[in-house]
């Protein structure tokens, strides 16, 4: 094991794994692109209706800011510039984060530090940590698993308990919306705030729960609503930002922070837009009232099953709560298991269009999977029912990497994409959705007695008579060479646009509409070749002492 310098003169470079992201290689997965969120695991058989856009490393960067140390971040380096740095500097520490599929670039990565620094203690941590037998896989120094901040901080002789200082980060970047580069002024962008990490609900397949401590586990940066009020107005001041992407996997679980946020920005007059995760039964703890005050206009939320026994579940009528949410404007994005240990290849479909029922804005369908780490792959294991399955592939977008008591390995592939592929034939793409739900609260609210709530639903409005109804027309025009009842859904919504807007909403969709019609034409062959989008090198660097002269 290597010695290291204390105190703040040790210099770290801290890594994501190296690139390409999105084509098969050695390394990888020929089915994943860890960097793209939505089209991975959301949209991804929407074809050009499909949301692109790539995130940051966020605990990297929440781990540099909080450092005394010189650092740097690379985030998206390739091979070759991830060497370059390494022969740039000499650095005393190299930390790398992965998730579990990237294992076998994290084993060439510490290979190529050794090689080309010797001297550098190497530490690796994200979920890659959570594999068993890890130290046996990677040559590193120090294995992490679970919060990063404090052990960096303990480690470096800091105080690990100091007040952690949060980054600004920007949620995601690279938006394409039908293929067209949207840039960054024009897409609203969001601001991410990391309140919390863990889950104190802890599913058995939950990786998240199962990395922080499990079920009942959570870590708090920031206790109360006072500081991520504080935390928020720094980010609108100076990343000029109004919507926040709260990264908590139950936010509204903690009542009492959301509650005194909600007072903070009613005294502050903030009109902002909250994007969050939450679970059915902590949503049922709120009035709508107060999630609309609360500027919630985004819920990610488990749906799972009917039949299925998670506590987050308990005694919700989900059909109905997601009804009603998006008829107060707020857009949902449902998540679905397929291939519970109650499927059968007779229910399966059954349960495929139960979730689609739900006619979420967005529906995410992932594989129940015993992923490395989680209660669920020691009880698999335990039964004798894990397949032999490279980890690589382990990341419930393929196919099953146990035995299932009913369905096939290969099955398990045609469900999932069945069910991606109903919810895109049933409802649509998730951009006309959004644009929906949109309209409906702008409708519910635009006389709402609260100032702040009026402005925020205006200005959502003024989104969809702008660039959204070029793009609401050049879907209604796509759609009717594969899907006219939804074209005609996209054509009333259009006309119920226009007829509230008025004529700058229909100049809008003359100008960009046939633009984005062009646009997704082109993408449709770019999809077809297989052409995939790669995130740059992102470089930052913090406490470095400045040059001579």
Same mark, same amino acid.
């Given at each position: ?12 470079? &801290?890594?994501?794994? &190296?690139?390409?992201?999105? =084509? ?20 991804? *058989? ?11 490393? /966020? ?7 909080? *450092? ?5 971040? $690379? ?51 994200? +979920? ?6 890890? @130290? ?14 404090? /052990?960096?901080?303990?480690? $470096? ?8 200082? +949060? ?77 926040? &992407? ?19 920005? =009613?005294?502050?007059?903030? #009109?902002?837009? $909250? ?27 488990? *749906? ?22 998006? @008829? ?31 006619? #979420? ?59 991606? /592929? ?41 989104? *969809? ?12 025009? =796509? ?47 770019? $999809? ?22």
């Amino acid at each position: 094991m290597q010695s290291h310098p204390r105190g703040s003169d040790a210099r770290v470079l &801290f890594s994501s794994v &190296f690139g390409p992201y999105a =084509r098969n290689d050695e390394f990888g997965s020929r089915s994943i692109n860890p960097m793209e969120l939505y089209h991975n695991q959301v949209t991804r *058989l929407q074809g050009e209706f499909s949301i692109r856009m790539f995130h940051r490393s /966020w605990g990297l960067m929440m781990i540099q800011q909080n *450092l005394a140390n010189p650092t740097t971040l $690379l985030d998206f380096p390739t091979r070759e510039q991830f060497a370059a740095e390494l022969r740039r500097e000499h650095y005393d520490i190299v930390g790398i984060s992965s998730i579990i599929v990237n294992v076998g670039k994290v084993r060439e990565m510490c290979r190529m530090v050794r090689e080309i620094s010797p001297d550098s203690v190497i530490v690796v941590g994200g +979920h890659v940590a959570a594999i068993p037998g890890i @130290e046996g896989m990677i040559d590193a120094d120090h294995i992490v698993k679970g919060e990063g901040i404090s /052990w960096m901080r303990q480690y $470096l002789g800091q105080d690990a308990d100091a007040p952690v200082k +949060h980054p600004d980060i920007v949620s995601g970047f690279g938006h394409r919306i039908l293929g067209m580069p949207i840039p960054y002024k024009l897409h609203s962008p969001a601001a991410t705030v990391i309140p919390s990490v863990g889950c104190p609900m802890g599913c058995n397949f939950c990786t998240t729960s199962s990395f922080f401590g499990g079920k009942g586990k959570f870590h708090n940066f920031f206790e109360t609503g006072d500081e991520l009020y504080d935390i928020m107005c720094g980010q609108e001041e100076r990343l000029k930002v109004h919507s926040f &992407f709260i990264m908590d996997e139950n936010f509204l679980l903690q009542r009492k922070r959301a509650l005194r946020l909600l007072d903070r920005m =009613r005294e502050g007059g903030k #009109t902002w837009d $909250l994007y969050v995760f939450s679970s059915a039964n902590a949503i049922r703890k709120y009035s709508m009232d107060e999630l609309v005050q609360l500027g919630v206009s985004w819920l990610w939320l488990g *749906l799972e099953s009917p039949q299925s026994q998670y506590a987050k579940l308990n005694g919700a009528d989900t059909v109905s709560l997601s009804r009603e949410l998006r @008829e107060h404007g707020i857009k949902l994005l449902g998540s679905t298991i397929i291939g519970l240990e109650h499927h059968t290849p007779e229910n399966i479909q059954e349960e495929i269009d139960y979730a689609i029922s739900h006619v #979420t804005d967005f529906h995410q369908f992932m594989l129940y999977t015993p992923v490395p780490g989680t209660p669920l792959y020691q009880q698999v294991k335990e039964e004798g029912r894990l397949l032999d399955v490279d980890l690589a592939d382990i990341h419930g977008q393929d196919r099953f990497n146990f035995r299932h008591p009913a369905i096939s390995r290969e099955a398990s592939k045609r469900y999932l994409d069945l069910a991606f /592929w109903r919810d895109f034939e049933q409802n649509g793409p998730s951009l006309f959705r959004i644009c929906r739900t949109t309209f409906e609260g702008w409708k519910r609210y635009r006389n709402y007695p609260d100032l702040r709530v009026r402005e925020r639903f205006a200005r959502e409005l003024s989104g *969809l008579r702008h660039a959204y109804t070029g793009m609401l027309w050049a879907m209604e025009r =796509r759609l009717r060479e594969s899907n006219e009842a939804v074209s005609r859904k996209v054509r009333e919504l259009r006309r119920e646009i226009f007829r509230e807007s008025g004529l700058d909403a229909r100049l809008a969709a003359a100008l960009v509409g046939p633009l984005m019609l062009w646009a997704s034409r082109r993408e449709r062959r770019r $999809l077809d070749a297989g052409t995939p989008y790669e995130p740059g090198l992102i470089v930052e660097r913090r406490n470095w002492a400045p040059a001579a002269g």
